[in-house]
Structure formats: C-alpha cells, structure tokens
C-alpha cells in the first residue's frame, strides 16, 4: 500500500470514529493491565462480564494480593485459562507493591517483565494508558495488515514493525484501536463485510465480498470464460 493511500486508509477510519478506545472496561491503569491479562485467548466482552464485580471490589495491586489467588480464581473463572491467569495477576500484583510502589510502570522493556505481561498486553498499556505510539498486533490486527496489504508480515512482531513504519504521524496513537475495531466488526476472518468497508477501495484483498450474503471467492478459482 503507498503512503498516500495508508493516510487516507487510516483518515477515514478516523473521521468515521474520532476517539477510538479499547472496548474492555477499567477503571485506572492498573485494572487496565489485570483486564488485558485477562484477554489473551478471551473475547473483552468475555473479560468485562469476569472483571465488573472484581473490579468493584479490587482497585490496587494491594488490594489484589489481600483478595488472593482463590478468591480471584472465583471472580474469573468464566473464561479461559483463568487458573494461569490468576496465578500471574497475583505473582505481577506482588511485584508491582514490591518494586513500584503499587503503580503500574510507563516502561514497556519492565512491563514485559511482570508474570503474563507479552509484548502484545505491554503495548496495549502503553498506548492505552500512557498514549503511546504503540503498535499492539492481535489477530485482528495481523490479519487486517496482511489482508489489505496496509503491513505485511509473517509474524505479529514482523506487522508491528510494518506498522510503526508507515503509520503516518496523526494517526498512529490511535492506529491500534482503528485495526482491531476495523477487524472485529468489519474486516472478519471468515467472511470480510467489505461493502460496508470504508476503505475497500485501498484494499489488496481479491477475494472482496462486494454484497452481503455472498462468499469469498475460493483461492484459485478461476473465472467463468
């Protein structure tokens, strides 16, 4: 995609959502962290149904560690591999009374090195929380910059580094939340809605679904003589 086109890919997106935000539910930086812990491998409305009454009772790493790893267990057991996840959210809790002074650090390099902290979860946080020009590749994001030739790479790291790239200056604090919301409710894995995509005309992808209720084309296929 040429640089003209990934401004006005990223502007329209932007003029049709000018404040784009994470869609989990938080209250300080701290529930931030413990929420994108708890989404690795979960749907963030999956987090927020687990995280409502936690996070009622439970605003501090302190208060974290005071509640336990059974009693968190019990708030999160709804999703998926909440007994790792409780384990690293008490171990991370821990760390961050012990060696910050209970708040969260605006470092990813430390972040990374907090118990269930990947560099997904910290640039999420820092972008999030810090306004950091971060680039946090999830799937959505992965398949939103391969699919439309935005930021090609094989690997997350590979599209993040694509991304903090070609991301142009006004867009790219805000860049990381288009994508994923772009991914989640239009760009879909199995069937992409692109004729009510705003940007389908920067698109790479040729197996555009133009129409709602048709399919992809199948890769291969060949054209009707």
Known sequence: MKNADVFEFFRRLAEANPSPETELEFGNTYQLLVAVVMSAQSTDVGVNKATRALFREVKTPQQ??????????????????????????????????????????????????????????????????????????????????????LAKGKTPLAVEKQLDKKVPGPFRVGAHHWLILHGRYVCKARTPECWRCAVVDLCAYKAKVLEKGAKPAAKGAKKAA
């Open 64 to 149: 974290m560690v005071d509640l336990g790893e059974e009693a968190l267990k019990q708030h999160i057991k709804t999703i998926g591999l909440f007994n790792s996840k409780a384990k690293n959210v008490i171990a991370l809790s821990e760390i961050l009374v012990r060696d910050y002074d209970g708040e969260v650090p605006a470092d990813r390099d430390a972040l990374v090195e907090l118990p269930g902290v990947g560099r997904k979860t910290a640039n999420v946080v820092m972008n999030s929380a810090f306004g950091a020009e971060t680039f946090a590749v999830d799937t959505h994001i992965f398949r939103v910059g391969n699919r439309t030739g």
